[in-house]
């Protein structure tokens, strides 16, 4: 259903004009809610993972390149507005040209995550994100994730939404194909959840106990979790606390740490 528009103030538009990411993702509130997926690549992962589109925004001259995005869902309204109306969308270069409003899905919970992944015969390995606050590195660190063959993607409720567009923008979409979920305070009943599936968990951390990452004792078990905290703060004591081990990248040259994405490449690529 195609829609020329030349004014994007019309009601209908606010999912891509006008709404911030909260009120996208409570659109339906207490359903859930919208994200939007920029650029066709991003959207074709999406909707190849089974997310289904609200709507469709796209400049006229990407029109016949959107095609195979949109002709699939002859009842969703396709908007389509000329170069130099949708470029007042903040954020627009880097769409190329193609917007489109998807439906977020029911999290079914982090046990159905873990218990889905124990039918696999063979080593697990999951990350599990505590805290981070910047969209940039929840997406990078799932796309780190999905590049060095982590099984599955952790995060408590006071991360970045990994379905904002930042997230999505960075992580190039691969938050569509690492399998996801939220999981509880970690010291108040997250850890024990993966202690619940046989998990040992190591947190990343600085201390004066820590193990180095090529431990050997890591590499042993059959099923890892590795809990990676806030920029700045990194993890809770309490985390720290409830995890079987801490475990640190050595560092050279008197610096004491890398940047959060950074470091969990490291990790994953050590240990996976």
Known sequence: ????????????????????????????????????????????????????????????????????????????????????????????????????????????????????????????????????????NVGAIIRNAAALSMDAVLVTRDCADPLYRRAIRVGMGCVFQVPWDYIPVLAEGGIGILKQFGFHTAAMALSGDSIPIDDPVLKSYDRLALVFGAEGDGLKPSTIASCDHIVKIPMHAGVDSLNVAAASAVAFWELC
Do not use: C, W
């Open 1 to 136: 259903m195609q829609i020329l528009v030349d004014d994007l103030s019309r009601e209908e538009l606010e999912v891509f004009t006008e709404l911030n990411e909260v009120q996208l993702a409570r659109f339906y509130e207490p359903r859930t809610g919208l994200f939007i997926a920029e650029s066709d690549k991003v959207a074709i992962r999406a909707l190849e993972a089974g997310y289904k589109p609200h709507s469709f925004l796209i400049e006229d001259k990407k029109i016949e390149r959107a095609r195979p995005l949109f002709e699939p869902y002859p009842d969703v309204p396709v908007y389509i507005a000329e170069h130099d109306a949708i470029t007042t969308i903040t954020g627009y270069n880097l769409t190329g040209g193609i917007l489109v409003a998807m439906y977020r899905r029911e999290m079914p919970g982090p046990a159905a995550l873990l218990s889905a992944l124990a039918g696999e015969d063979r080593p697990l390995r999951i990350a599990v994100l505590e805290g981070l606050v910047n969209p940039a």
